[in-house]
Every structure is written in C-alpha cells, then in structure tokens.
Nanobody, 121 residues
Framework: QVQLVESGGGSVQAGGSLRLSCVVS????????MGWFRQAPGKEREGVAV??????YYADSVKGRFTISRDNTKNTVYMQMNNLTPEDTAMYFC????????????????YGQGTQVTVSS
C-alpha cells in the first residue's frame, strides 16, 4: 500500500523559513512526478510546486521563495520555503504520480494527509 507522509510544518513568523518533507513508501519504482499543494480555509486547493520528469513548476505566488527538490533514491520530495508570509498559511499536501492535467493543476494518484503551515505577522 502506497503511503505519503509529510513532515516539517509548523508555526513561524513572517520572513521565516520551513522545510517540508514527504516520504513515499510502498512504491516499487522511482517516482518521476511529485508535488506540493496547499489549501487554506475557505479557499480552493492550489498547486504550489511540482517536479515532473526533470522539470519544476511553481505557482507565481511562491516563485523565488520556494524550492522543490527530490531524493530519487528515497522517493522523497522536499520543499524549502523561505521568506514566508501570512498568505502562505495553509495545509500543505504532498502528491505523487501525476495522472492528468497540467502540473500545477494536475490530479495525482496519491496524496498525503497534509502538514499545517502557519505564518504570523
């Protein structure tokens, strides 16, 4: 059974940094598409950063501040988040194995349970 487990969320002040991690277990093959999505209360899910077959994609709101990376040997994806703002407050979800759609709007096969990020001003 495939499982995605996120970690690294927390509460920080504006301008601070966090590093999210997502470990995928139960998947035999190397995963070539993984990403991070977020959802704030009352808002729709937003694609934040996606790694897809060697290419990376970022939402305009996080470009220059967030960096997605992966460890292929561990089926793990990371997201370094710098210069956080209150607008980044949301539940962040990891996703693996893109099925359909453009990367930041894609439907993925597997999702994690999420990790909360709260940024105070």
């Amino acid at each position: 059974q495939v499982q995605l487990v996120e970690s690294g969320g927390g509460s920080v002040q504006a301008g601070g940094s966090l590093r999210l991690s997502c470990v995928v277990s139960g998947y035999t093959y190397s995963i070539n598409s993984m990403g991070w999505f977020r959802q704030a209360p009352g808002k729709e899910r937003e694609g934040v950063a996606v790694y897809n077959f060697g290419n990376t994609y970022y939402a305009d709101s996080v470009k220059g501040r967030f960096t997605i990376s992966r460890d292929n040997t561990k089926n793990t994806v990371y997201m370094q988040m710098n210069n956080l703002t209150p607008e980044d407050t949301a539940m962040y979800f990891c996703a693996a194995v893109r099925l359909t759609g453009a990367p930041l709007e894609a439907k993925f096969k597997h999702y994690g349970q999420g990790t909360q990020v709260t940024v105070s001003s």
